[in-house]
């Protein structure tokens, strides 16, 4: 059974420092891996998909990485913003738009 | 990207009630799921939404709890049956196999308090 875990569980950093999210998983057998952003009490919005085959994924200030052998993905944000305080999840599924399996969320403040 | 609405965005409900919340796409998906995320906590996985036939749950979640319609293949339904205050969550519907990447999208979700 696929298990995900994420930690820390929380992290507060001043503006402009690099947040480094971290997520690691039990069975390396995955199709492809999510981080999604959460605002309190509002759905999930997917910040980054990077496929099984790929090492590295980019959007903006985001960088995901992937180490399928180790069983690790890390988000990096760069530059961090007062706006980018939320939960972040990584979620991974068995096969093609299957069901995901979530890790706990990496609780983030960023202090102006 | 698929557009999901979700109705309600949030109601509070009695114990021994129940709400039935709905989730549209616009446009046509095979795979349609419903999540639980209760307070504090990660999402958990409730049921797959199967189009023309009965939904497939997981472990701990039984249909008279929370039955499921899938009429068509853009939209959905959860009933959350019997509330108790144990059921106040966010309940989330997604799509899964968007696009070239299979990329799962979710709904808003609706914040259900019962007490």
């Known amino acids: 059974k696929q298990e995900v875990t994420q930690i820390p569980a929380a992290l507060s950093v001043p503006e402009g420092e690099n947040l480094v999210l971290n997520c690691s998983f039990t069975d390396s057998a995955i199709y492809n891996l999510q981080w999604f952003r959460q605002d309190p009490g509002k759905g999930l919005t997917s910040l980054l998909l990077i496929q099984s085959s790929q090492r590295e994924q980019t959007s903006g200030r985001l960088n995901a990485s992937l180490d399928k052998s180790s069983g690790r993905s890390t988000l990096y944000i760069a530059a961090s913003q007062p706006g980018d305080s939320a939960t972040y999840l990584c979620?991974?599924?068995?096969?093609?738009?299957?069901?995901?399996?979530f890790g706990g969320g990496t609780r983030v403040l960023v202090k102006p | 990207s698929a557009v999901i609405s979700q109705k309600p965005s949030r109601d509070i409900c009695q114990r021994g009630t129940s709400l039935t919340i709905q989730c549209q796409v616009d446009s046509q998906v095979t795979m349609m799921f419903w999540y639980r995320q209760q307070p504090g906590q990660s999402l958990t996985l409730i049921a797959t939404a199967n189009q023309g036939s009965e939904a497939t749950y997981e472990s701990g979640f039984v249909i008279d709890k929370f039955p499921i319609s899938r009429p068509n293949l853009t939209f959905s339904t959860l009933t959350v049956s019997n509330m108790s205050p144990e059921d106040s969550s966010i309940y989330l519907c997604s799509v899964g196999g968007q696009g070239a990447y299979n990329e799962q999208f979710f709904g808003p979700g609706t914040r259900l308090t019962v007490l």
């Open positions: 979620a991974v599924p068995k096969a093609a738009g299957n069901k995901l399996t």
